[in-house]
């Protein structure tokens, strides 16, 4: 995910806050391990290296967040689709410095995680198109987010703030006073958390240049190409997977797509700029 991940944490014995801490960064590293397509021999490198030729054999949990990718796929309409790799991939966000030309990125189908065939007696996922790429880049961080807190959880704490590149933020419990943690929106809006997931997408998060033009990271799955009419989107969900996920698919959708995207995150709250 190549992404900083920072946890503050409260409690009164700071030698078990700290193996709590330490179990819980460990666990984020594992989630990395398997998530990440930079990383060689990922579950996601496999897909994207041999998943056209037969299918990949995942970890469980890794088929199952991908099952759920493919359900927040089809409740947006196709606005978060993870095959987004394919467009990542040809416009060098997945190597930079060697963009492949751009009309050789495969035409896909406007039907959402349309391009991936997963047999969940097998744990196997298949690529049905020769250049599909899968990118967990826009929920990844958020699911490893949710297993780490659900670690501190575990270990009784009751008192922390966690984030992933400081766009996707969870919030355990309240601060040690008892009050909601409150979180600043790029936009200067101090947002109240309290055991919630605040996850914020912006087309200004990574850019590549290309000619003169200067390309944001989000792709429009229905046209794809990057987004730009909207500049950024955030979301407060129970859980971080989903609240990664959802506000990548609200910032492609705009204020048009609100009322789909809080319905599919069960949410009411959610901001623009
Ligand atoms: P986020 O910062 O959470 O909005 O995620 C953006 C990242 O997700 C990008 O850097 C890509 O790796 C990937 N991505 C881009 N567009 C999409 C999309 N429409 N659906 C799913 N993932 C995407
Ligand atoms: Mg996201």
Redesign the pocket.
């Known amino acids: 995910m190549a992404t900083r991940f920072e946890f503050v944490l409260h409690g009164s014995n700071p030698a078990a806050l700290r193996a709590a801490a330490e179990e819980a960064l460990d666990e984020v590293d594992r989630q990395e391990g398997q998530l990440s397509l930079f990383r060689p021999g990922s579950d996601l490198a496999r897909i994207n290296a041999s998943g056209h030729h037969a299918p990949v054999r995942m970890a469980p949990e890794v088929f199952r967040l991908i099952e759920r990718a493919l359900a927040l796929s089809h409740a947006t309409d196709g606005?978060?689709?993870?095959t987004?790799?394919t467009w990542?991939r040809a416009l060098g966000?997945h190597a930079p410095g060697e963009p492949e030309p751009f009309h050789e990125i495969p035409t896909l189908s406007s039907v959402p995680g349309n391009g991936i065939e997963l047999d969940p007696s097998a744990f196997t996922v298949r690529l049905t198109r020769a250049g599909v790429r899968l990118?967990l880049?826009?929920i990844g961080k958020g699911y490893a987010l949710d297993r780490a807190a659900d670690l501190l959880r575990d270990a009784g704490v009751s008192s922390a703030l966690l984030h992933g590149g400081t766009?996707t933020i969870v919030a355990v419990g309240t601060t040690p006073s008892g009050e909601p943690w409150k979180v600043a929106l790029p936009t200067g809006e101090a947002i109240p958390l309290r055991d919630e997931s605040l996850?914020v997408?912006a087309t200004w998060?990574?850019t590549v240049r290309s000619g003169t033009t200067t390309l944001g990271?989000?792709?429009?799955?229905r046209s794809g190409t990057p987004v730009e009419g909207n500049r950024m989107a955030a979301l407060v969900c129970a859980s971080a997977t989903d609240s990664?996920a959802l506000?990548?698919a609200l910032?492609?959708l705009g204020p048009a797509g609100r009322d789909a995207v809080l319905r599919a995150a069960r949410s009411t709250r959610s901001w623009f700029a």
């Open positions: 606005a978060f689709d993870i987004a790799g990542m966000f990118d880049g826009a766009s996850s997408s998060g990574r990271h989000v792709i429009d799955p990664d506000s990548t910032l492609v």
